[in-house]
């Protein structure tokens, strides 16, 4: 069996022992995992180490069933998310489920982007494993874990129908807020350096998209002045969070949603944001809550996932893969597919 491991700069693609069904966990055949910005950080940025995992967006096709693993059957199609919370600490019963300790420590072995994984129980029985409704593709579940992670930080803005959001960054994530924007009757002002994204965050129902130099202008002309209720900074650019805070009105939101770089520091006025009651705050991962959400609104029809699928390529190829979603220079949501 293959699977994709952290390399030198590189992923290498190399065969890894088949995975077994543990008692109360599953083996699931890949057949769609998408590769994420923190999959790249792990390759070419500063949290890389050799034979790290690669993958957290899988779907595919169960292929065993441990004793004790419930009503799944062999055959079912399912999403898996690789990290459950406990539901018993402090941070769970206070709703900070991705805060749990037992969050991180759970996971897909060898990872998501391999032809097979394993599925411990503790994800099998917290909720880590959802069917897939007969309309949804795997395609399409592969992007049920970055959008539940958008729905989360959603959660923590105040945002209502008629306002505003700034959104800093037009990857596929940034693009995800857009969309929620619009089903929710909320105008979106995308920037990005990248013209290809600016062009696809258009069409794909953005209300404006700008080049981030024209973000602040662009967002106050489009509020009379006031700025946006929230700005989503969907990078992990530092310049970015500091244009995010100067495009959110006086009372709104930050939210630092990207993955910033290990010891990236900020230069913001404390005393503009103390003057004007600009808060900050920062949204990580989805609990099995969110991912529900994120498969009811694929399967509704109500976010169209697929459209920002732009480039498939085979497990074998995922050095290749990786390359062009590094580039971004014409490339959306990049899978892997077998």
């Known amino acids: 069996m293959r699977a994709a491991f952290v ?50 967006e899988p779907a595919g096709t169960v292929a065993a069933v441990g004793d004790g693993a419930g009503e799944i059957r062999a ?13 018993s600490c402090r941070h769970c019963a ?7 300790a037992s969050y991180s420590s759970t996971n897909l072995s060898p990872c998501g982007l391999a032809e097979h994984y394993a599925v411990p129980a503790q994800n099998v029985s917290r909720g880590g494993v959802l069917r897939l409704p007969d309309g949804v ?25 008629g306002d505003t959001v700034a959104v800093l960054g037009c990857g596929p994530t940034g693009i995800m807020h857009s969309m929620i924007a619009r089903s929710r009757g909320i105008a979106a002002i995308c ?25 602040v202008d662009c967002v106050r002309g489009a509020t009379g002045g006031r700025g946006a209720d929230a700005a989503i900074v969907a990078t992990g650019s530092a310049r970015a969070i500091a244009d995010g805070v100067r495009m959110a009105r006086d009372g709104g939101t930050v939210m ?43 399967a ?11 480039h498939r390529y085979r497990l074998a190829d995922s050095n290749e893969a990786f390359e062009r979603a590094r580039g971004g220079e014409s490339a959306m949501k990049v899978l892997i597919t077998e």
């Open 94 to 100: 206070r709703g900070e489920e991705t805060l749990c």
């Open 7 to 56: 390399g030198e700069g590189r992923v290498d693609v190399r065969e890894a022992d088949m995975p077994e069904a543990q008692t109360g966990g599953i083996v699931v055949r890949m057949r769609a995992c998408g590769i994420c910005g923190s999959d790249l950080e792990k390759v070419y940025g500063m949290y890389a180490k050799p034979s790290m995992r690669l993958g957290h």
């Open 191 to 215: 920037t990005d350096t990248n013209e290809y994204r600016v062009g696809f965050a258009r069409d794909l129902g953005a209300t404006e998209a700008v080049r981030p130099e024209l973000g």
């Open 256 to 298: 630092l949603f990207g993955v910033p770089p290990r010891g990236a520091a900020l230069e913001l006025d404390a005393g503009d944001l103390y003057a004007r009651g600009v808060g900050i705050r920062s949204s990580y991962a989805a609990s099995d809550a969110d991912t529900r959400r994120a498969l009811e609104m694929i």
């Open 300 to 310: 509704g029809g109500r976010i169209d996932v697929a459209r920002l699928v732009t």
């Open 137 to 161: 593709t795997f395609e399409q579940a592969a992007m049920i874990e970055p959008l539940a992670c958008c729905l989360r930080a959603w959660d923590a803005l105040a945002c209502r129908e």
């Open 75 to 87: 055959g079912d199609r399912v999403f898996t998310h690789h990290h459950v919370s406990c539901g």
